[in-house]
């Protein structure tokens, strides 16, 4: 399995962007990349996921690098709601997303 | 539907006792997954359901860990002679067939925490 590489911990201040690196040198042509958070005492929930191109949704933006060796998970304004662990996961093809393998993720903290 | 359900959300009991975890998936999920998450780890994959088959097995699922979808709708996970080593959050995830999948992604449970004394 293709495996991702994330800083331990960050920290933002509220209100302001934050930027969470992702590392993934050995992602195949056909690995979607994908992010989840976790809130203290919760399950992980669905961020958002592409392939090669950015994407955006409500809850954030993902920007993949031209040689999809790297993604960042942007969050435009960060609030003490967003303090969690972020994932950063590679899943095999489209029609074979049989199970998420979990790193320990980046957990970041929102100061006020 | 208001999402995974687990039941119970903690549980504690003695090294030895036979312990057992329900998980209720979104009902027109087909696929269910079963996780493991120790503090300050990422959750462990488990094992995963398609409908009532159990499609995969971790490796870290030994002997004494056995899991059930037995109308492809709850899930049960059982642990028999628990170990301290068992102690953990165990999360349920449910996702709609592969087609679906990416527009939706997993959807976890909130866990069960049990803690072997």
């Known amino acids: 399995d293709a495996k991702t590489t994330q800083p331990n911990s960050m920290e933002s201040n509220e209100e302001e962007p934050v930027h969470l690196p992702c590392n993934h040198s050995?992602?195949?042509?056909?690995?979607?990349i994908h992010w989840y958070r976790q809130l203290p005492s919760q399950g992980p929930e669905y961020v958002i996921h592409?392939?090669?191109s950015n994407v955006n949704n409500r809850m954030a933006s993902l920007a993949i690098a031209e040689d999809r060796k790297s993604s960042t998970l942007i969050l435009h304004r960060a609030t003490l709601r967003d303090a969690a662990v972020y994932y950063c996961?590679?899943?095999?093809?489209?029609?074979?997303?049989?199970?998420?393998?979990f790193g320990p993720g980046t957990s970041l903290s929102v100061i006020p | 539907d208001t999402g995974v359900s687990q039941d119970p959300r903690h549980k504690i009991t003695k090294r030895g006792q036979n312990v057992t975890f329900r998980c209720d998936p979104i009902?027109?999920?087909?696929?269910l997954y079963w996780y493991r998450q120790t503090l300050g780890q990422g959750p462990e994959f488990l094992t995963y359901?398609?409908?009532?088959?159990?499609?995969?097995k971790s490796r870290l699922l030994s002997d004494r860990f056995s899991a059930e979808r037995p109308k492809g709708s709850f899930s049960t996970l059982e642990i028999q002679r628990t170990e301290q080593g068992d102690s953990a959050m165990y999360l349920c995830?449910?996702?709609?067939?592969?087609?679906?999948?990416?527009?939706?992604?997993?959807?976890f449970g909130s866990g069960t925490r049990l803690t072997v004394v």
């Open positions: 996961i590679l899943s095999l093809s489209k029609t074979s997303y049989d199970k998420v393998i």
């Open positions: 359901f398609q409908n009532e088959a159990q499609l995969e």
């Open positions: 009902s027109e999920h087909n696929r």
């Open positions: 592409g392939l090669t």
């Open positions: 050995t992602i195949s042509g056909t690995d979607y």
């Open positions: 995830a449910s996702s709609p067939r592969p087609s679906s999948i990416l527009n939706y992604g997993y959807t």
